[in-house]
């Protein structure tokens, strides 16, 4: 993959590892009933050496549920990120549970999951106002976008200190596995990092990342943070959820030792 070499960290901070427990709580709700249990399950990756728990709290209550989040903040030492749509009700939410980070999605109860990134650019005078008051609970606010520097700016001057880079669509090239797509998307991710680090951002990535394809993300040096879930879940049907995270952290750090993929 041209313009994807593997480096040295150069000095960079370890990568980190979110896990996303919102198919635990799938799981669950398919069949009523408390098992398994999302908070367990979190405990359980917290053990395998993940570095934060992420949840996504849907409108239509689909996996993740209110009394889910404040277990997760009550119950786990790792910070809790709560991805959410920018609406009143989520924002009351977040000034009752009190999570260490926010990160703004976009939402469509149409969905089966997070199809692309928010749009910013286009809803920026909305999200200001709103990213102002997440701050001002103590939140810091990460905002889910595509790799697109007009997207990037606005996230920038939202006021929000991190953005989320969506890797969906690196995801599916992969799956094609027609090369020039998946070194287009790849260079695309690798750009927006690399400007996002420029104007003053942190950057995280997610969606679609698995043991096959992580890799050339995870040597990204701007990266600070992969967040990733229903790989892990699946995983975890035939390896274990504590063996599947050590196995994304073990890839993970290997690509920013000189590793190969």
Known sequence: MSGSPISKNDGHAPLRLGVNIDHIATIRNARGGVHPDPV????????????????????????????????????????????????????????????????????????????????????????????????????????????????????????????????????????????ARIEKEYDLIREAARFAHEVGLEVHAGHGLTFHNVQPIAAIPQLQELNIGHFLVGEAVFMGLAEAVREMKNLMADSRTGGHY
């Open 40 to 179: 367990r399950a979190a405990l359980l990756v917290a053990s395998a050496g993940a570095d934060g728990i992420t949840a996504h709290l849907r409108e239509d209550r689909r996996h993740i549920r209110d009394d889910d989040m404040y277990r997760l903040k009550q119950e786990i030492d790792l910070p809790l990120n709560f991805e959410m749509a920018a609406t009143a009700e989520m924002l009351k939410l977040v000034t009752q549970v009190k999570p260490k980070a926010c990160c703004l999605v976009p939402e469509n109860r149409n969905e089966r999951t997070t199809e692309g990134g928010l749009d910013v650019h286009g809803q920026h005078n909305f999200l200001v106002p709103f990213v102002r008051e997440l701050i001002d609970v103590g939140a810091r606010v990460s905002l889910f976008v595509d790799p697109d520097k007009k997207q990037i700016e606005a996230a920038k001057s939202t006021g929000a200190s991190v953005i989320e880079i969506h890797t969906g669509a690196y995801y599916e090239a992969c799956l094609a596995t027609t090369p």
